[in-house]
């Protein structure tokens, strides 16, 4: 891998990494909820995309500056873990779970689909 894509690569993520604090605040914000909506709105819009890019088959370099620096600073599995437990331990169970379920099947059927409209391209 050559210097400009590490490069590349790491605007790449910073970016993702700033529109990911863009989004997830301006969901929350409008949904005023215990639920971490901005979360699963963003996991849910980088997984779809992810999913686009794999089925578009894009080249090497191509595919890893927008799949593994743009949308994988986008996306994030660590919050969406973190969320779910302080949720549980403030004692709202049922949403935590809710949380894990709905991000995990929500997020099977986004990369489906984005990759099914990538494979159209």
């Not at 604090?21 to 409008?30: E, F, P």
């Not at 578009?56 to 919050?79: K, P």
């Not at 949720?87 to 169970?93: I, P, Q, S």
């Amino acid at each position: 891998m050559s210097a400009p894509v590490v490069l590349a690569v790491g605007v790449l993520g910073g970016l993702g990494a700033i529109a990911r604090y863009l989004v997830a605040s301006a969901v929350d914000r409008r949904a005023a909820s215990a639920f971490p909506a901005g979360i699963l709105v963003v996991n849910l819009s980088g997984t779809l995309l992810a999913g686009l890019v794999a089925g578009i088959a894009l080249a090497h370099d191509a595919d890893l500056l927008l799949a593994g620096g743009l949308l994988g600073a986008y996306t994030t599995f660590s919050t969406w873990m973190l969320d779910s437990e302080r949720l549980a331990r403030g004692g709202r169970t049922a949403l935590a779970a809710t949380n894990i379920l709905v991000s995990l099947a929500l997020g099977l059927a986004a990369v489906w689909l984005g990759r099914l409209v990538g494979h159209s391209f």
